[in-house]
């Protein structure tokens, strides 16, 4: 069983900087497709960005140049680093990690950005 923990949200000004870690139990990170997942009230859940187990990385249009995801696989971590916040960015973040046919979730965490 894989359990997921995301941390470093909060609440930051526009313009401003969060990272967001993913922390993964287990032994199969490595070898997984880990992704980035908001959900912003009223709203659908949305892919933001994902990076698989050879380092190639997507993220949607919205947070190109903005946002880089990335990975540790020696501390099975991963990250996202936010910059120049906007409002819209405002949503909870969950991790996602895609490994041997199987989807496993993070708790999320809140990101709050105030105009």
């Known amino acids: 069983q894989v359990q997921l923990a995301e941390s470093g949200g909060g609440l930051v000004q526009a313009g401003g900087s969060l990272r967001l870690s993913c922390a993964a139990s287990g032994n199969i990170f490595r070898i997984g497709t880990m992704g980035w997942y908001r959900r912003a009230p009223g709203k659908q859940r949305e892919l933001v960005a994902d990076i698989t187990s050879s380092g190639s990385t997507d993220y949607t249009d919205s947070v190109k140049g903005r946002f880089t995801i990335s990975r540790d696989n020696a501390k099975n971590t991963g990250y996202l680093q936010m910059n120049s916040l906007k409002p819209e960015d405002t949503a909870v973040y969950y991790c996602?990690?895609?490994?041997?046919?199987?989807?496993?979730w993070g708790q999320g965490t809140q990101v709050t950005v105030s105009s």
């Open positions: 996602s990690l895609q490994a041997l046919g199987r989807l496993y």
